[in-house]
């Protein structure tokens, strides 16, 4: 069956993906210059994850969900267990397979980096109106979670 999807409409969510990957861009390197040195936000992203979603993932459950080959995941958790930032563990369940939990330490880590970008995060909010992200943060929770249940399938 062809696409039924309007041009316009394809020009409109290149438009909106094109932006989002700007402002992805210029965030991680915002974000990145307050990190300690030696971290990225992919290492932060992990953290930041394990959190909101619940740790105790194991390596592939996060590669998927960072959709990075397996080996990557491995070596940024390595990078992270390494701060004391993460330990990895039996998996409960099985024994085989291994969990990643946040530490003590690696929640601290987060909060310290979420702290850190305040003087960025106050100039952008001194400029533009926190009442515009309020009205556009259903939209992209809504597409969010469209876009994990597509990749999930």
Known sequence: MPDQTPTSDLAR????????GIIYQ????????R?????????????????RVKDGR?????????????????????VLERHGLVQTLPNP????????????????????AVLALAPDVTNIAAKFPSHRLAEAM??????????????DH
């Open 13 to 20: 969510f290149f438009a909106f993906f094109n932006e989002v």
């Open 26 to 33: 210029l965030s991680s390197a915002m974000f990145e210059a």
């Open 35 to 51: 990190l300690p040195p030696g971290f990225t936000v992919s290492q932060f992203s992990i953290l930041n994850h394990l959190i």
């Open 58 to 78: 194991t390596p592939l459950d996060l590669a998927r969900a960072f959709q990075v080959p397996k080996t990557t995941m491995t070596h940024s958790l390595a």
């Open 93 to 112: 369940d099985d024994g085989r397979s291994k969990c990643v939990w946040i530490t003590e330490a690696g929640r601290a880590f987060r909060e310290a």
């Open 138 to 151: 259903p939209a992209l929770t809504d597409l969010r979670r469209l876009m994990d249940q597509l990749r």
